[in-house]
């Protein structure tokens, strides 16, 4: 089995595999048992308050790796939200946050960072994908602009591809040739969001849009401060659409080389994500006014399917 690289792809793939081949501590987290239990239970919390999809896809996990998925999850959300809800010094809280989850054992007391760090311990979680994750929430302090699909790729590796790699640990995976496979998968699940929040964006400061593409379909930053709706605006969507469809269907092949009991969790997370898509189109493309989602009974609705595709050879 092989995947098709791009040429923006080669870069993200030696990113990716420099992890594979990084130290993976293994001195135990000493902790008290029901501090740690505790630990887990707030990563709980966190993932059901933030990503209903995130948290029904990782209930279809057995609950050892249901508990390091979010685990995973509540890592990278305070990670995000120190930047996305920046207090005054963002930088140095970012610092501190870096040093409570990349020492182990963590030398902080914040639950997060405890059920992280014996996550990481547990799962054999390489350090350079949470490095290169902090990395990447942190250009969004610098960076507001992305002149290419190349440049915007590279963000969406920092921030959604790691992810991925560092679930793929906690699931199990066949080898390396399961890495490109994820990598595909991050910045398609990272596209997604990025469609689906143009006008959140906006608001914030940011747009993520590549500039050069933006052009290519007559449109500028006046257009997107607009949100306006019109032929230009649906051209472009269907072309990014288009693109972030295409990634997806490269990547879902890689599903495969997942432990069994991992693949309908991960194949629900990007089926339902892919699906945002959809209600993009089914309302006009119009980012601006509305929050693409699937509703609960939607997602319901599509797991029997994605069940059976999951289990197909």
């Known amino acids: 089995m092989s995947v098709q690289m791009l040429s923006w792809e080669h870069r993200l793939l030696a990113l990716a595999n420099a992890g594979l081949d990084s130290h993976v501590p293994t001195d135990p987290v000493v902790r008290d048992g029901l501090v740690l239990e505790m630990a887990y239970a707030r990563c709980e919390a966190i993932t059901r308050e933030h990503s209903r999809t995130f948290f029904l896809a990782s209930g279809l996990l057995p609950a050892p790796k249901r508990r390091a998925a979010r685990a995973l999850y509540a890592f990278c959300r305070i990670s995000d939200d120190l930047i996305d809800k920046a207090g005054e010094d963002p930088q140095a809280d970012l610092a501190a946050w870096r040093r409570c989850v ?172 892919r699906a945002i898509l959809d209600d993009i189109e089914a309302h006009d493309y119009n980012v601006f006014a509305r929050r693409a989602h699937i509703g609960a009974l939607g997602k319901l609705r599509r797991l029997p399917g994605i069940w059976w595709r999951s289990r197909r050879p």
């Open 102 to 273: 990349l020492e182990i054992p963590s030398p902080c007391d914040e639950p997060v960072a405890l059920a992280w760090a014996d996550t990481c311990l547990r799962y054999r979680v390489p350090r350079v994908y949470a490095e290169q994750l902090l990395d990447g929430v942190a250009r969004d302090l610098a960076t507001r602009r992305y002149e290419t699909f190349e440049d915007l790729a590279a963000y969406c590796y920092g921030v959604a591809s790691t992810v991925g790699l560092m679930a793929m640990h906690i699931i199990g995976f066949e080898g390396p040739h399961a890495v490109p496979y994820a990598v595909k998968l991050g910045v398609a699940l990272q596209l997604t969001n990025i469609l689906r929040d143009v006008g959140e964006d906006w608001r914030a400061g940011r747009l993520y849009l590549p500039s050069d593409e933006l052009a290519q379909f007559g449109l500028g930053e006046e257009d997107v401060a607009a949100g306006q709706v019109d032929d230009r605006w649906r051209a472009f969507m269907r072309f990014q659409i288009g693109r972030a469809r295409r990634l997806y269907a490269e990547a879902m092949p890689g599903i495969r080389l997942l432990a069994a009991d991992g693949r309908f969790a991960i194949a629900a997370a990007a089926e339902l994500y």
